[in-house]
């Protein structure tokens, strides 16, 4: 009907003998709707995915706060941001992963919960003033701009040095006799980054992945935001297993051992002067409780060279390999055992079905007994003169 319409007023003709030109105006807006109703229907078929495309649209639409949504936001952003650059100890009490995490780490009363929130807050987490990258920016979502003067930065770094003086002084008393190259690797074993992020989530640190404006519509109190660590949030850049790299970009795992190493920091910081071994307590507890094989980090290329001039260095006598003993020398499966004599002390043994391979192990049990010696507590420091050079 609509349609017929149409076309009778498009053709100047008057749709009926006794109407008027008045009623024509009238119903031809009636008779448009009409004809874009049909044309509605009768392309729906065609434009299925165009229809969901604008209910996307529609609903996207929805989503935009009114005015005063927007303030409120805006009030919770600034208090949000106020809380974080000012770290109020009556704000940061109330958090409830803060009082568990000073709990079960028992943390000296003398750590304020506002310190230990300090140490949850990398400088990462810093919003620039400009950011000219849209990526970039997108990446702040989970984080608002922070008080350089209240982060983790040189808690930090202080951390980091009390870590590397009480490990390497630790290892060193223990194996006094150890190589420049496997102190180093056994430090880092237990003070890398790897580790120190694990130790951090044994901990039960919890990582701020929530945005603001999540925070916001959950109406989530300021202090769960100082109870959890915040830096820079570059899973934004992942997708699929894909990562963009750039030159600023922070892993959660450097973001966890910086956690780690200013609470160590914020602890010597606060006992120092009424009890200076309670830092170190604490790393032995946490950090060099951890069993670590020495014995695993040694490769020796010429065993039975550096044997040799590790026995001149020391003025003993020249070492010799010995047969001791040896079972199915013209079998399929011959076992030789050979130890290593410097006069008449033995210094290493070693077996297998090569009587190559037997010097070999033989000399290298001989050096790792050297290396991994560990004096008594009743005996002086021992000081080793250096790595043998071959």
Same mark, same amino acid.
């Given at each position: 009907?609509?349609?017929?319409l149409?076309? #009778?007023?498009? @053709?100047?003709?008057k749709?009926f003998?006794n109407?008027?030109?008045?009623w024509?105006?009238?119903?031809?807006p009636? %008779?448009?709707?009409?004809s874009?109703?049909c044309?509605?229907?009768?392309?729906?078929r065609?434009?299925?995915?165009?229809?969901?495309?604008l209910?996307?649209?529609?609903?996207?639409?929805?989503? /935009?706060?009114?005015e005063?949504e927007?303030?409120k936001?805006?009030?919770y952003?600034?208090?949000?941001k106020?809380? *974080?650059?000012?770290?109020?100890?009556?704000?940061?009490?109330?958090?409830?992963?803060?009082?568990t995490?000073?709990?079960?780490?028992?943390?000296?009363?003398?750590?304020?919960?506002?310190?230990?929130?300090?140490?949850?807050?990398?400088?990462?987490a810093?919003?620039?003033?400009?950011?000219?990258?849209p990526?970039k920016?997108a990446a702040?979502?989970?984080? *608002?701009?922070?008080?350089?003067?209240l982060?983790?930065?040189?808690?930090?770094?202080m951390?980091?040095?009390?870590?590397?003086?009480? *490990?390497?002084?630790?290892?060193?008393?223990?194996?006094?006799?150890?190589?420049?190259?496997v102190?180093?690797? =056994?430090?880092?074993?237990?003070?890398?980054?790897?580790?120190?992020?694990?130790?951090?989530?044994?901990?039960?640190?919890?990582?701020?992945?929530?945005?603001?404006?999540?925070r916001?519509?959950?109406?989530e109190?300021f202090?769960?935001?100082?109870?959890?660590?915040?830096?820079?949030?570059?899973?934004l850049?992942?997708?699929?297993?894909?990562?963009?790299? #750039?030159?600023?970009?922070f892993?959660?795992? &450097? =973001?966890?051992?910086?956690?780690?190493? %200013?609470?160590? @920091?914020?602890?010597?910081?606060?006992?120092?002067?009424k009890?200076s071994q309670a830092?170190?307590?604490?790393i032995?507890?946490?950090?060099?409780?951890?069993?670590?094989?020495?014995t695993?980090? /040694?490769q /020796?290329?010429?065993?039975?060279?550096?044997?040799?001039?590790?026995?001149?260095?020391? !003025?003993?006598?020249?070492?010799?390999?010995?047969?001791?003993? +040896?079972?199915?020398?013209?079998?399929?499966?011959?076992?030789?055992?050979?130890? $290593?004599? &410097? !006069?008449?002390?033995?210094?290493? +043994?070693?077996?297998? &079905? %090569?009587l190559?391979? *037997?010097?070999?192990?033989?000399? #290298?049990? =001989?050096?790792?007994?050297w290396?991994?010696?560990?004096p008594? =507590?009743?005996?002086?420091?021992?000081i080793?003169?250096?790595t043998? $050079?071959?």
């Amino acid at each position: 009907m609509g349609i017929v319409l149409n076309r #009778t007023i498009a @053709a100047g003709m008057k749709p009926f003998p006794n109407s008027t030109w008045h009623w024509s105006r009238t119903i031809r807006p009636f %008779s448009q709707h009409l004809s874009s109703t049909c044309f509605l229907q009768q392309s729906s078929r065609f434009t299925s995915k165009r229809y969901l495309h604008l209910s996307t649209l529609t609903q996207q639409e929805k989503r /935009f706060l009114p005015e005063s949504e927007l303030a409120k936001y805006k009030e919770y952003y600034q208090g949000l941001k106020s809380t *974080v650059n000012e770290i109020p100890e009556s704000v940061a009490s109330k958090s409830p992963s803060l009082r568990t995490l000073h709990k079960r780490l028992q943390l000296p009363n003398e750590l304020t919960y506002s310190t230990l929130s300090r140490c949850l807050t990398c400088p990462s987490a810093k919003l620039p003033d400009k950011i000219n990258n849209p990526t970039k920016g997108a990446a702040f979502v989970n984080t *608002v701009p922070t008080n350089k003067y209240l982060d983790n930065h040189g808690l930090n770094i202080m951390g980091k040095n009390l870590l590397s003086y009480h *490990v390497t002084k630790s290892i060193i008393q223990k194996y006094p006799r150890l190589p420049t190259v496997v102190l180093n690797a =056994a430090v880092n074993a237990y003070i890398s980054e790897a580790v120190l992020a694990h130790i951090a989530k044994y901990w039960g640190i919890e990582v701020e992945t929530t945005s603001v404006l999540s925070r916001y519509l959950k109406m989530e109190p300021f202090e769960f935001t100082l109870g959890r660590l915040k830096f820079f949030n570059n899973s934004l850049n992942s997708k699929d297993g894909i990562e963009l790299i #750039t030159g600023k970009n922070f892993s959660e795992t &450097s =973001a966890l051992a910086m956690s780690v190493r %200013s609470i160590i @920091a914020a602890i010597w910081a606060v006992t120092e002067q009424k009890d200076s071994q309670a830092v170190y307590r604490f790393i032995d507890d946490h950090i060099m409780s951890r069993k670590l094989d020495i014995t695993k980090m /040694f490769q /020796f290329e010429q065993p039975t060279r550096e044997l040799a001039m590790l026995c001149r260095r020391e !003025g003993l006598e020249k070492p010799v390999s010995k047969l001791v003993a +040896e079972s199915g020398r013209l079998s399929k499966s011959p076992v030789f055992i050979v130890h $290593v004599f &410097s !006069g008449e002390e033995t210094l290493g +043994e070693g077996y297998g &079905s %090569s009587l190559k391979e *037997v010097k070999a192990r033989a000399a #290298t049990d =001989a050096l790792m007994k050297w290396y991994c010696y560990e004096p008594l =507590a009743q005996q002086e420091p021992v000081i080793d003169p250096g790595t043998v $050079v071959v």
